[in-house]
């Protein structure tokens, strides 16, 4: 979140956020662990928790209104494609798209950024040609751009990023030549909870005639995303990042490029005509959902976006805001301890090395605790690479968490190094 | 749920903090590099092997705590012993932390038997068998290079 848009929030803020009322939502999260500890779940960038509402949306779909979707013709199967379809129009509300035309349902995040990059990039880049990705990204916003560049015989290039886990901007014209045919940019860094300021990076690429794929997994379970206010062209988002079922995301492209774009993969429901001589393709968002989708999902993530909509983001901000400063200050206290990733504008990711114990024994020792963190390299090897630490403890936090749970975790972490002797 | 001490063992925390034969062989005849891409654990075992016994063995690397004690105990436990008698141990190590009946006899794993509470924590069993597998990868050919992944 940005200071503007957490400045935005915290005057009209006046009813405190009810973490417990919220927290009652979540079945998961009244469970304990071996000894009778409350689990403290704090592994929320890797994946969130889902409300009974949405575990009753796909329960609910499965026991009563499950049918192939699309061209039957009887009543199951149109109030089946009603309620995929009507899981298009919460995401198209979600991120504020202009049609719901321009929402593709995919596995994930990662399935997003492959598909635009063999679709849409693939065929625009020549020997010589340059994709710029940052120095911050989860190995699923480099390695498919990697893979088109190795084909195509183009090259990979980074924005650097700062100290402080910061991407720095100034020498961004420079990498963005009249050989670049794309940019991909994490909205925010699961590894270090960094928020880019990802309009300001779309107009500048903009600027330059390239368009802008951005990685929103970690962005949506945090603040209020608008893809027409970024302005980038295309947006991707993981469904069970935000407290939706896993197997399901949502990639968001702006209609001129879908339309533009070939398909991804072949299969039923992304034709117009098939012949053995030559087929003709359905239009978007169809042509990119070759077979039968996650139907299930679909509607299980339109049920968590209903209910992610209905928080109150203002008293949100502020509650996570207030975490990750209690998390920041308290950690940091500990002897010997270094956060990894101090941006300015960050969202509730807290990465950690401690003197004298590895990520791992971290991960196990908290777990004693019921502390559930992330020990390793995130799945962003070069951001670790680059501060020198084969792995960090992450803990990751989300709008159910509580500063109960962070004194658990400091208190936990600080008793480390004397379980380590 | 296991345990902690069962696996942070006083055996295990005091090779973690002073590990064994923690150096290079600037005379080794069989390296190999072991990597854990998950964890970040890096490892190089070096040997010098002569008529089938392993005179002298080093390693440098960094990793977490089981996996630092697992190469100090296993280059303390294999010096000196033939090459036929290492791959025996390596197999009665690696029975021990992945199969929960196997016996943890210390009659012939020693102080390795001190890595049995490896078994109660599934997602550690790669820490403790990381060394054994880059020496294994270093016995069975002059150079190599493994991964537990």
Redesign the interface.
């Known amino acids: 979140m940005t200071d503007a848009q957490r400045a935005a929030m915290r005057p009209s803020s006046r009813t405190p956020f009810d973490v417990e009322r919220v927290r009652a939502d979540f079945p998961l999260l009244r469970q304990r ?3 009778g500890r409350p689990l403290v779940y704090l592994d929320n960038a890797a994946t969130t928790q889902k409300p009974q509402k949405v575990i009753d949306a796909m329960s609910r779909f499965y026991a009563e209104d499950n049918a192939n979707i699309h061209r039957g013709v009887y009543d199951l199967c149109e109030r089946a494609t009603r309620l995929y379809e009507g899981a298009r129009f919460t995401a198209q509300r979600f991120l504020n798209a202009a049609e719901a035309r321009e929402i593709v349902f995919v596995r994930g995040t990662t399935e997003g950024v492959n598909l635009v990059a063999q679709s849409f990039c693939r065929p625009r880049l020549s020997p010589g040609d340059e994709v710029v990705v940052s120095a911050m990204e989860h190995h699923s916003n480099i390695v498919p751009w990697q893979l088109v560049c190795e084909e195509r015989g183009a090259r990979l290039r980074v924005v650097p990023m700062n100290a402080r886990g910061e991407l720095v901007l100034d020498g961004l014209e420079d990498l963005l030549g009249p050989r670049t045919r794309m940019l991909a940019v994490t909205h925010v860094s699961n590894a270090l909870g960094t928020v880019n300021p990802v309009r300001e990076i779309v107009a500048r690429a903009h600027a330059r005639g390239v368009p802008v794929l951005v990685d929103g997994a970690q962005a949506t379970p945090h603040f209020r995303v608008d893809v027409r206010d970024l302005g980038c062209d295309f947006y991707t988002v993981s469904g069970h990042k935000v407290f939706g079922p896993t197997g399901v995301g949502l990639l968001y492209g702006r209609l001129e490029h879908l339309e533009a774009m070939p398909p991804y993969q072949g299969g039923g429901d992304m034709i117009r005509s098939v012949s053995f001589e030559k087929t003709t393709f359905a239009a978007p968002p169809a042509r990119f959902e070759a077979g039968t989708p996650n139907i299930g999902g679909a509607i299980g993530l339109a049920a968590a976006l209903d209910y992610v909509v209905a928080l109150d983001w203002d008293a949100v901000g502020v509650h996570e805001g207030d975490l990750l400063a209690h998390a920041s200050e308290t950690l940091s206290a500990i002897p010997g301890l270094r956060i990894i990733g101090t941006a300015a504008q960050k969202v509730g990711v807290v990465s950690f090395v401690l003197d004298g ?5 971290i991960g ?2 908290v777990d ?1 605790d019921g502390v559930a963190l992330r ?3 995130h799945c962003a ?1 070069p951001a ?1 690479e680059f501060f020198g ?3 960090t403890a992450r803990a990751s936090f989300a709008f159910y968490n509580t500063h109960a749970e962070i004194e658990v975790l400091v208190a936990a972490v600080a008793r480390v190094r004397e ?3 | ?1 296991a345990e ?1 001490r069962d ?2 063992q ?1 055996v295990i ?2 090779h ?2 002073n590990p064994r034969h923690h150096h290079r062989l600037g005379d080794a005849n069989h390296t190999a590099e072991g990597n854990n ?6 490892i190089t075992v070096f040997l010098k092997v002569e008529d089938g016994v392993i005179r002298d063995i080093g390693f440098e690397g ?5 996996s630092t004690a697992s190469a100090s105990l296993m280059t303390s436990a294999v010096i000196g012993r033939t090459t036929a008698e290492a791959a025996r141990l390596f197999d009665a190590f690696h029975a021990m932390v992945v199969d929960p009946d196997a016996p943890a006899d210390p009659n012939t794993l020693g102080k390795l038997a001190a890595f049995a509470g490896v078994r109660g ?1 599934p ?2 069993v790669k ?1 403790a068998n990381l060394p054994w597998h880059t020496l294994h990868a270093a016995l069975a050919a002059d150079s190599g290079r493994v991964t537990t992944e």
Do not use: W
């Open positions: 662990v071996a000894d114990a590895h990520a791992h024994d196990t020792i004693e020990t390793g390299h090897q670790m630490v084969p792995a379980v380590l002797g | 749920m902690l696996l942070y006083q925390l005091d973690n903090k891409p998950l964890c970040g654990d890096r960094s990793g977490c705590a089981i924590f997602a550690r820490c």
